[in-house]
């Protein structure tokens, strides 16, 4: 809901105390896809997409590597390419060097202005 406040403020207040300025704003974004193969041009299927978990991770887990936060994208070899939230260079490590801090769970979380 865009309108948060007006939601919060429903039935007969005396005041609205508000016990912070920057809302928790979570959207669904999915698991996944249903789709099971790529298809090529004649629709024959090209290329199966794998839906298991690679050695614990899935794509879009939260992970901390090197200092930097940010989302992973497993890589069948081993290594797992990080996108920062900083805005930095994609980069890619070993799998040993990633502690994870949140598993995907299918919402994007984050945080919005208030607006009165």
Not at 23 to 41: N, S, T
Request: proline share 7%; hydrophobic share 30%; charged share 25%.
């Amino acid at each position: 809901k865009a309108h948060w406040l007006d939601a919060a403020a429903v039935g007969a207040i005396g005041s609205l105390v508000l016990a912070t300025d920057r809302p928790l704003h979570i959207v669904a974004k999915g698991q996944g896809g249903r789709q099971k193969a790529v298809l090529d041009q004649f629709g024959y299927p090209k290329q199966h997409r794998s839906l298991k978990p690679l050695h614990g991770w899935r794509s879009g887990d939260i992970a901390r590597c090197e200092g930097k936060t940010g989302r992973i994208s497993p890589r069948v070899k081993g290594s797992f390419e990080m996108r920062p939230f900083d805005g930095g260079k994609p980069f890619s490590r070993p799998m040993r060097t990633f502690q994870p801090l949140h598993r995907n769970d299918g919402y994007d979380y984050g945080t919005t202005e208030k607006n009165t």
